[in-house]
């Protein structure tokens, strides 16, 4: 069985004018030096405020009247429609059928990269919102009046999303993986019906909660997307569309009970899916064989292996982080370790970013050239529609040099950090009042920002 | 003569680990030195 190249291993560097992991030495530096910098320059705290200026309320009128909106949702229902269809209904080759790539692809590395740009473009398009908000609205007109909901637990905050984020990536990486001689793909059909199990879970937990408070916690798709969108500079507000500082918005979005989770869970899942094939693949292989001696099948010894790692990975991710916050408390004035973990998780959303962009980033550019050729026009991949012309199309994998790939990877990690770092002096600055203390504290988040960058040069040159 | 360089590649995993390693060195000899004169200073305060 065919399967996608998931593993964006897809080049391999050619000649490095110097080692790779020299990168990971400059990186560091370039880390080091940003936080000295901000040390000397950065003496009060500018993201508390987002400094929101109103566009033209012309343009919020157009672009978020309720023509716009029915027009957004139909658009998100409808493509919704197509994916689960051609899952179901199309071939169980992973790479023809337009269900894998357009999942797992488009939307799942697409809207992270426009969302940090454009702010949260998933709202409007948010399938499970609009049939929601359609359903109260046919409710509220039937009954006369708003279907009764119950209150959200509030302790429960956004774990609901960073399970189910992990159990996304866990469905791609895991569950349709190959490695120890096995080759499972990930199949079209299982993607179709898991879509459909999806929506039925999202639409009931939107009926006991309501759409806006299960989107803004518990919706796997809007929790993600709308990370990433918090480092937007545009941001609605009462209505209006307008502009903020950049990265302001990121300040105050983990104030939420299981935020830091999510953001983890975006870290380690990357992460996971880059070590995979590269630096865990000897260990997994190792651990596949051994359970495989001891009864299991191939197929269950392998998913059982990669999800042990896959969970590793988190923890360490996770403990890595603790460790710095832990360091930070140790620093005269600090507050309480609980308001540490939640106030620093922000400081993680550039560098979960950074990590897709130099993960997926040529994945992403050599399979939107099949997306928007071949299987657009032959969505089921049967061969047997050619609905704009462009069947016969096909991927120029000459698009992006190797060694450019590799320039990308290294921008997007060492931006990544040097945001937050930015982020995190920034809010030390708010916590502790003498700017020598808030620099003080910082030491430990320098420290998780350098071994996030070489772990992640790592991982990008043990499988590139 | 071959040196025997086959499984380099198996230990370069340190050469990423380093600078993580000099990092932390750095910033634990720093709160301790912090330490340390937090605690002279807090001595020389008691003793005026």
């Known amino acids: 069985m065919s399967y996608l190249p998931l593993a964006h291993a897809l080049l391999v560097k050619e000649d490095l004018p110097i080692p790779a992991w020299l990168f990971a030495w400059a990186a560091s530096i370039v880390l080091i030096a940003s936080f000295f910098a901000l040390s000397l320059a950065w003496r009060r705290p500018r993201f508390e405020q987002e400094g929101w200026r109103p566009w033209a309320a012309a343009l919020s009128k157009v672009l978020l009247g309720p023509p716009m909106q029915v027009l957004c949702g139909a658009i998100g229902v409808f493509l919704l ?111 179709g019906r898991a879509a459909l199990y999806y929506t039925a879970y999202t639409l009931a937990m939107m009926a006991l909660f309501g759409v806006e408070a299960w989107c803004e916690r518990g919706e796997v798709f809007s929790v993600y997307f709308g990370m990433f969108a918090e480092l937007s500079p545009l941001s609605v507000k009462d209505g209006r569309l307008g502009r903020r500082r950049l990265l302001s918005g990121a300040a105050h979005w983990a104030t939420i009970p299981g935020s830091a989770a999510v953001v983890i869970a975006s870290l380690s899942s990357t992460s996971f899916d880059g070590a995979q ?54 620093v005269a004035g600090s507050p309480s370790q609980r308001k540490l973990r939640i106030g620093f ?24 050239q099949a997306q928007f050729t071949y299987l657009l026009s032959d969505p089921l991949g049967t061969a047997a529609t050619d609905l704009f012309g462009t069947a016969s199309g096909g991927v120029d994998y000459k698009v992006l040099g190797a060694n450019a790939v590799w320039y990308v990877q290294v921008a997007a990690l060492v931006i990544g950090h040097v945001l937050g770092l930015v982020l995190a002096h920034d809010r030390a600055l708010v916590y502790w009042s003498d700017y020598r203390k808030a620099t003080q504290s910082q030491y430990w988040m320098l ?18 | 003569m071959t040196l025997p360089l086959a499984h380099l590649g198996h230990w370069l995993w340190i050469f990423y680990l380093l600078p993580v390693l000099i990092v932390v060195a750095g910033v634990l000899r720093s709160s301790w030195l912090e330490r340390r004169n937090g605690r002279s200073r807090h001595r020389e305060g008691r003793s005026r």
């Open chain 1, 447 to 464: 420290a998780v920002m350098v071994a996030f960058t070489c772990f992640g040069l790592y991982l990008l040159s043990s499988t590139a």
């Open chain 1, 81 to 191: 429609g197509v994916g689960v269809y051609a899952g179901l209904e199309g071939t169980e080759a992973p790479d023809r059928n337009l269900a894998v790539t357009f999942l797992f692809v488009t939307c799942w590395i697409g809207f992270p990269f426009f969302s940090a740009l454009l702010g949260d473009i998933f709202r409007p398009f948010n399938p499970w919102r609009a049939i929601g908000r359609l359903a109260g609205g046919g409710f509220r007109l039937l009954a006369g009046q708003p279907a009764g909901r119950l209150r959200y637990p509030e302790r429960l905050g956004r774990w609901p999303a960073a399970l189910g984020l992990l159990a996304f990536v866990w469905l791609e990486v895991v569950y349709g993986s190959t490695g120890g001689g096995v080759a499972v793909g990930l199949d079209p059909h299982v993607v």
């Open chain 1, 277 to 330: 094939e590269g630096a865990f693949k000897g260990p997994i292989e190792d651990l596949f064989n051994k359970l495989s001696d001891a009864g299991f099948g191939l197929v269950t010894a392998l998913r059982l292996s990669d999800t042990i790692f896959m969970a590793l990975t988190f923890a360490l991710i996770g403990l890595v982080y603790l460790v710095g916050v832990r360091g930070m408390g140790g």
């Open chain 1, 345 to 368: 998780a922000h400081s993680l959303i550039p560098i979960a970013l950074a990590y897709l962009v130099a993960h997926y980033f040529s994945l992403f550019v050599y399979q939107e």
